[in-house]
């Protein structure tokens, strides 16, 4: 029931009397996932760093329990100083390649 309101944007009924500093204590933008048999509960960061200057171009946070995908292509920066891509198979779909082509990037490391 608490995971639901949670979800759902709203604060549990159970913390409506709480005070401030015990409210300041609860994580609501965290989200439950399951990755190797194991329950979590975090976030995720994806990055798009520079090649050649070694900093980070690109920085997004999102719940664990958001695909990869859905941040994948708001990364790409056509700034950076190179043009190829790396990253898990969690990025490895027909659609992310297509985007790669047609936005003449590379893929590695999938």
Known sequence: MV????????QPEAWQNKSVHVL???DT????????????????????S???YKIIR?????????ADIHAFERR????NS??????DSAYRSEAAEE???ERGYSCRGH
């Open 3 to 10: 995971d639901a309101c949670i979800v759902a944007g709203q």
């Open 99 to 101: 985007i790669l082509k």
């Open 58 to 66: 690109k920085f997004e946070v999102t719940a664990a329990s958001q």
């Open 24 to 26: 300041r204590q609860k």
């Open 82 to 87: 190179s043009k190829r891509v790396s990253g």
């Open 76 to 79: 790409l920066d056509e700034r």
């Open 50 to 52: 520079d090649a050649e």
């Open 29 to 48: 933008d965290a989200r439950w996932t399951k990755k190797r048999h194991k329950n979590d509960y975090d976030y995720k960061n994806h990055i798009n």
